[in-house]
Nanobody, 123 residues
Framework: VQLVESGGGLVQAGGSLRLSCAASGRTVSVYYMGWFRQAPGKDREFVAAIRWSGGSTYYADSVKGRFTISRDSVKNTVYLQMNNLKPEDTAVYYC?????????????????WGQGTQVTVSS
């Protein structure tokens, strides 16, 4: 499975961005798609995930009510709509795919990763 993210950039606090993640390859084996982020000097952390079949969604408490994850099954693309962005959202955002059947927000549970896209929120 190959993943390519796009849509990062620089935005002021309170603004919005939409990230995209295009999946290709053996996507039939994917059960969950997730977004993670990593700020300088910090561990990679879970942001949101979506079950590919059925569309159940999961969010980190820090982004609930501000971020929305969605998917387009025809385009094999996952999106992360980020609203009311805060400076603490600044990080490299990574798209990831999990082939396991059980949901997980653990970084190690996702076997496929994109290259990451930078999101910078200025105050």
């Amino acid at each position: 499975v190959q993943l390519v993210e796009s849509g990062g950039g620089l935005v002021q606090a309170g603004g919005s961005l939409r990230l995209s993640c295009a999946a290709s390859g053996r996507t039939v084996s994917v059960y969950y798609m997730g977004w993670f982020r990593q700020a300088p000097g910090k561990d990679r952390e879970f942001v949101a995930a979506i079950r590919w079949s059925g569309g159940s969604t999961y969010y980190a408490d820090s982004v609930k009510g501000r971020f929305t994850i969605s998917r387009d099954s025809v385009k094999n693309t996952v999106y992360l709509q980020m609203n009311n962005l805060k400076p603490e959202d600044t990080a490299v955002y990574y798209c990831a795919a999990r082939t396991g059947f059980v949901y997980s927000d653990y970084v190690g549970a996702y076997g496929y990763w994109g290259q990451g896209t930078q999101v910078t929120v200025s105050s």
